[in-house]
């Protein structure tokens, strides 16, 4: 791990100190999580498993013939479209 000379103006050094006070980090633990947040902004968004599903194509509806709420009644029309009766 190397150790790095950083140059901060008056209001930066002031920001930093703020930042130490309010937060109770370490100057080096406040710089590393900025550094952190910044290199968050900078990377692109990794796809949540929503995204992959809002690409697929699965049309205006799905193969159920009725509602999860009202299984006796698929049932029925399952048993129904297979005997013909």
Do not use: N
């Amino acid at each position: 791990m190397g150790t790095r000379t950083v140059r901060l103006d008056e209001e930066t050094e002031h920001l930093l100190q703020h930042i130490v006070q309010a937060t109770g980090l370490s100057m080096s633990a406040a710089v590393k999580k900025g550094l952190w947040l910044l290199y968050q902004e900078l990377t692109p968004p990794s796809h949540t498993p929503y995204d992959i599903y809002k690409t697929l194509d699965l049309g205006p509806g799905g193969y159920a013939r009725a509602p999860s709420t009202d299984v006796q009644r698929g049932v029925r029309e399952a048993l129904y479209q297979k005997f013909r009766r």
